[in-house]
């Protein structure tokens, strides 16, 4: 049962333009989401999050946006760099497990220069 | 450290042998958390400990696999009789309980040969 989609695997966008990244969920129990980017041979590290209580939230170059009705959250980065080229994982939390986190297959984005 | 740490780093081990995994989590972290991301593959939520205690041990894939957490700090992940299937980057994580971040240490690749 994948609570936690990113039905995109990968994204390929041009330095300067915007990447799009997007995620679906089905548990309405989800509290927090999270965004990790995660390169070859690292682990994971977090890169913004949300409140379930907002639609929006900024971090420089990095916006997180939030959908409850459609359960769908979207992360933008504008511009692009080629350095943003990993893989970005949503993840969203239980509160009832603590932080434990539903992660999503992650999304490979590439950024061309 | 100042970060999650994993050992080993890689790990190559014959097809039946038990292998241990070792993780020091953040100081002061008292939520550790074991995931799994196979080739190809999203992280897979293997086991949550809060202090000593695994209140969730749902994803823990079979019973070869169990681990322990001591002085809320330390924890190993055991898999005994090790399976081809087994392979993958084991990640730990660790959080403080009511943060929303977990911190990734950079993971043990496992290979079963």
């Known amino acids: 049962d994948q609570q936690v989609k990113q039905n995109s695997p990968s994204l390929s966008v041009q330095e300067g333009r915007i990447s799009i990244l997007n995620c679906d969920y089905t548990?309405?129990?989800?509290?927090?989401f999270l965004w990790y980017k995660k390169y070859p041979a690292e682990g994971p590290t977090f890169l913004i999050s949300?409140?379930?209580?907002?639609d929006k939230n900024e971090d420089g170059r990095f916006t997180v946006f939030l959908n409850k009705s459609a359960k769908h959250l979207s992360l933008h980065i504008v511009p692009s760099q080629p350095g943003d080229s990993a893989v970005y994982f949503c993840?969203?939390?239980?509160?009832?497990?603590?932080?434990?986190?539903?992660f999503g297959a992650g999304t490979i984005l590439r950024v061309k220069s | 450290g100042a970060g999650v740490s994993q050992s080993p780093s890689n790990k190559v081990t014959e097809k039946g042998k038990d292998v241990e995994l070792r993780c020091d989590p953040i100081?002061?972290?008292?939520?550790l958390y074991w995931y799994r991301q196979r080739l190809g593959q999203g992280l897979e939520f293997l086991i949550y400990?809060?202090?000593?205690?695994?209140?969730?041990k749902s994803g823990l894939p079979s019973d070869r696999f169990s681990a322990e957490r001591t002085g809320e700090s330390v924890s190993t992940l055991t898999i005994q009789r090790t399976q081809q299937e087994d392979s993958a980057v084991y990640l730990c994580?660790?959080?403080?309980?009511?943060?929303?971040?977990?911190?990734f240490g950079q993971g043990t690749r496992l290979t079963v040969v």
């Open positions: 949300i409140s379930s209580i907002k």
């Open positions: 400990f809060q202090g000593n205690s695994a209140p969730d």
């Open positions: 548990n309405s129990m989800f509290d927090y």
């Open positions: 993840a969203a939390r239980i509160p009832e497990y603590g932080n434990k986190l539903v």
């Open positions: 100081s002061g972290h008292t939520a």
């Open positions: 994580a660790s959080s403080l309980v009511l943060d929303t971040e977990a911190f």
